[in-house]
């Protein structure tokens, strides 16, 4: 599924549902793409709660409904991935912000490597993104 435009956008695409009777039934692994604008990112193993999903959902139906407010998602390690969509103003604008980092290890080195930023999104987009993120909770 992809959020905003060619150039501008978070792609999220399932990998992994957690089995059924598990402890994290629900949860899904997740590979996530960013392009903001020449800048850009890959993880392909996010981990999104299900719980978490179905909150950000239920914040995404709102915002899609009353245009303001807004819906945030966070990865089950929270700052591997943040996802946010929220009214930017009383008109009923819509902006994303994403983050997406993972660490590299150089030797003993410890590095942080991280994209974010964000990107305006056509308020009629909504409804179609919460089908997708329905789809991609349910399976």
């Known amino acids: ?4 435009s060619e150039s ?6 399932v990998l992994e549902r957690s089995s059924v009777g598990a402890p994290n039934e629900g949860d899904v692994r997740v ?11 890959s993880y392909d193993s996010v981990w999104l709660e299900g719980p978490k ?6 914040g995404l139906v709102q915002l899609e409904r009353n245009r303001s ?3 945030l998602l966070r990865s ?3 700052e591997e991935f943040t996802l946010q969509l929220r009214s930017r103003d009383n008109l009923g604008h819509i902006v994303v912000k994403v983050v997406l980092q993972r660490h590299q290890y150089s030797g003993p080195t410890y590095w942080p490597t991280r994209v974010s930023g964000g990107f305006e999104l056509d308020p009629t987009e909504l409804p179609v993104i919460v089908r997708q993120f329905q789809k991609l ?3």
């Open 53 to 58: 999903l179905n909150e950000f959902i239920e």
């Open 137 to 139: 909770a349910g399976g």
């Open 31 to 41: 590979q996530v793409d960013i392009a903001l604008g020449q800048f850009g990112g």
């Open 8 to 13: 501008l956008h978070v792609d999220l695409v």
């Open 76 to 78: 089950t390690s929270p």
């Open 1 to 4: 599924m992809r959020i905003g």
């Open 69 to 71: 407010g807004e819906a």
